[in-house]
């Protein structure tokens, strides 16, 4: 059984430019619309299985008085008259019978085990149950789809009942989180948003009524060719007059400029009521949307507000001025009858600190490692000189912008080698035999030192036990976990970590760095499989995550396919984003076996991401560098024949 969480979306700009944009396909001199989307905290929760039948049922008390269990077979036909019904499942019959005409799959049970999204209230709930309903059988069958793919799966599903949905609904397939939609003919284009500082958003179900069908229908008519002012006025809204509003819209949340933003949301209002409200004023009068709006208590309190989705008297936005004002502005609406929701969307914490554990023995560099701990071993550099491993990835991290990192040893004695190396100035003697450029050098290497912090792992359980004891140095954070015996060597002007550190800024997420390895190898690496999400192939969808498998596992379970068709393989490059629930994740490892009185099991951070990855999900960056090992005496030559030739640019 696999449990899946969709969210409703909320459109903050850009209301019905998806469909518009969708008409250059006839007519070229549409501009491509551009919205900005997020889903919100709310939206349905299930448990979806392999079903001979397609099953729709809820556990869920929110929706017990209008819902009623559901059941067909999976045929074609049977699908597509359910969809024109316009029953209640309409929707999820529509994506169902998508699914077994393209696809040949067999029925799924999907049990709606909670449901916080309010329906028919502008936050795409049709929208959501169709997002669930593909991702339900992209899952319980390894369709590999990407999340696109499940988006305009859920949208062509959705055509095939009586609404004219557009595709900007479907957004809620991306996470609660903002992004840039542009739609441009049949293509659609999404990139993650930056935001600078806290926005307090309310989104509230005004209890009114609205026809969606009626407003879109009368909207299209303007379309694809204006043939009078008022159409004209409507392409002007949806194009050019858009394009500047969210362009203005990504540069305030951007630079942290939350007023303006607010003020931004009444203009968009405006002009929506001036160019777009008359091709439907029947529905587009808004008598409700427009009393709230126009409030003097929400004035005070909110920075500006608008319309959701398709507008009308469905739902209400604002922008509240701080978390207090929220909370306000939220009790005030509920006192006025209607259901209000918060939505906060929170900077993301860009990865200032970072992890290299360096407690192990190193038993297969035996006996070197009697005198030298192996992140000491020195290797030859293309610029001449010659570091210890340890110091190479220590300015990996300072070039990537990490300001304080913490070193795990194996005990409190080990702590001199690196205090002796990176805070205590060789001698006058050596220094005065230096060039001026090594004696700057050896200050360079001080200041490394500065950033340098100590925690110990007095018992060896395994890598995530030895991860878990940088816990508090994390401070709750997202952190850069680096292994301590391998280097990286960036093909572009980033150093790895950098690319991997600007991932985790876009998908606010638990980030892999990947690395393709031949079949043959696969049992010496953690392997990661899923879905491309782009067409260059370097950002995987990950669903699946497993430490050293045999290659007769990798080459059933866990292969990603390319472009070509062909069979790739991708290892865990050694450099990770851990987010908080790692170590959330570790320390209930750690206190299951603690309790089991099982002390020697390992803990290992694998199983760790693989939990958290099902919760939350994994993203694997396909780094632009190369990868060397040397863990091992043969890793250990290549590394030191190889790294020295190679030059990051």
């Not at 204006?226 to 305030?252: F, T």
């Amino acid at each position: 059984m696999i449990k899946l969480f969709v969210p409703g979306r909320l459109c903050l700009f850009g209301e019905h430019t998806d469909w518009a944009g969708h008409y250059r396909t006839m007519n070229a001199d549409i501009m491509p619309g551009v919205a900005i989307v997020t889903g919100i905290e709310q939206g349905i929760y299930a448990e979806v299985e392999k079903s001979s039948v397609f099953e729709m049922n809820s556990t869920a008390d929110s929706i017990r008085d209008v819902w009623e269990d559901f059941s067909c077979r999976m045929d074609e036909q049977e699908l597509k008259r359910i969809a024109k019904s316009g029953t209640f499942f309409s929707y999820c019959a529509g994506v169902a019978s998508y699914m077994l005409e393209w696809y040949k799959v067999g029925g799924v049970r999907i049990n709606i085990t909670n449901m916080t999204l309010p329906m028919k209230s502008g936050l795409s709930s049709s929208a959501a149950i169709c997002v669930l309903v593909a991702r339900a059988f992209n899952q319980i069958y390894n369709l590999n789809l990407n999340t696109l793919g499940e988006m305009n799966i859920a949208y062509l599903g959705e055509l095939r009942t009586s609404s004219r949905c557009g595709r900007l609904d479907q957004a809620c397939a991306f996470g609660v989180k903002p992004n840039l939609m542009t739609f441009d003919g049949d293509e659609i284009e999404v990139q993650a948003l930056n935001v600078k500082k806290s926005l307090y958003w309310v989104f509230a179900d005004l209890c009114g009524e609205k026809n969606t069908i009626k407003i879109l229908a009368d909207l299209n008519k303007g379309y694809p060719f204006a043939s009078n002012d008022m159409e004209q006025r409507e392409h002007e809204a949806l194009g050019v007059m858009n394009h500047d509003i969210v362009q203005r819209a990504i540069r305030y949340m951007a630079e942290g400029e939350v007023a303006k933003l607010g003020a931004l949301m009444t203009e968009a209002e405006e002009l929506f009521d001036s160019h777009i409200a008359p091709m439907c004023p029947e529905e587009l009068a808004s008598p409700k949307l427009k009393a709230v709006l126009k409030d003097d208590f929400i004035r005070n309190i909110t920075y500006g507000g608008k319309g959701v989705g398709s507008h009308g008297d469905g739902s209400v936005q604002f922008l509240a001025k701080n978390a207090d004002m929220q909370q306000q502005l939220i009790g005030y609406l509920q006192s006025k009858g209607m259901s209000a929701y918060s939505l906060t969307i929170r900077p993301v914490h860009t990865v200032r600190r970072a992890i290299i554990p360096v407690a192990g023995f190193g038993t297969r560099l035996y006996p070197a490692t009697r005198v030298m701990k192996k992140d000491f071993f020195p290797i030859p550099c293309p610029d001449g000189k010659v570091r210890p491993v340890i110091l190479i990835l220590l300015e990996e991290l300072v070039r990537s912008g990490i300001e304080e990192i913490c070193l795990v040893l194996g005990s409190e004695e080990e702590r001199r080698l690196y205090t002796e190396y990176f805070e205590q100035p060789i001698s006058e003697e050596h220094m005065s035999k230096l060039s001026k450029e090594d004696q700057e050098y050896e200050n360079h290497i001080l200041d490394i030192g500065k950033r340098l912090h100590y925690v110990y792992q007095r018992e060896k359980r395994g890598f995530g036990h030895a991860v878990y004891q940088a816990a508090d140095f994390a401070r709750n954070e997202p952190v850069l976990l680096m292994l301590g015996d391998t280097l990286y060597r960036s093909r572009s002007n980033k150093p790895t970590a950098l690319q991997l550190i600007e991932a985790y800024e876009r998908f606010n997420r638990l980030i892999l760095g990947l690395y393709p390895v031949n079949l043959r190898e696969v049992s010496h690496f953690g392997i990661m499989t899923g879905v491309w999400e782009d067409k260059e192939e370097r950002i995987l969808n990950v669903s699946l995550l497993r430490e050293k498998p045999s290659s007769f596992e990798a080459e059933i379970d866990l292969a990603v396919r390319n472009q070509k068709g062909e069979k790739e393989y991708c290892s865990v490059l050694g450099q990770y984003i851990l987010t908080p629930e790692v170590f959330h994740q570790l320390e209930a490892d750690i206190k299951k076996a603690d309790e089991g009185g099982d002390r020697t099991r390992e803990i290992e951070l694998t199983s760790a991401l693989e939990e958290v990855r099902q919760q939350t999900g994994m993203i694997g960056v396909r780094l632009v560098g190369e990868r060397y090992d040397m863990g091992n005496p043969s890793a250990l030559i290549d590394t030191m024949t190889r790294f020295p030739l190679s030059v990051e640019r």
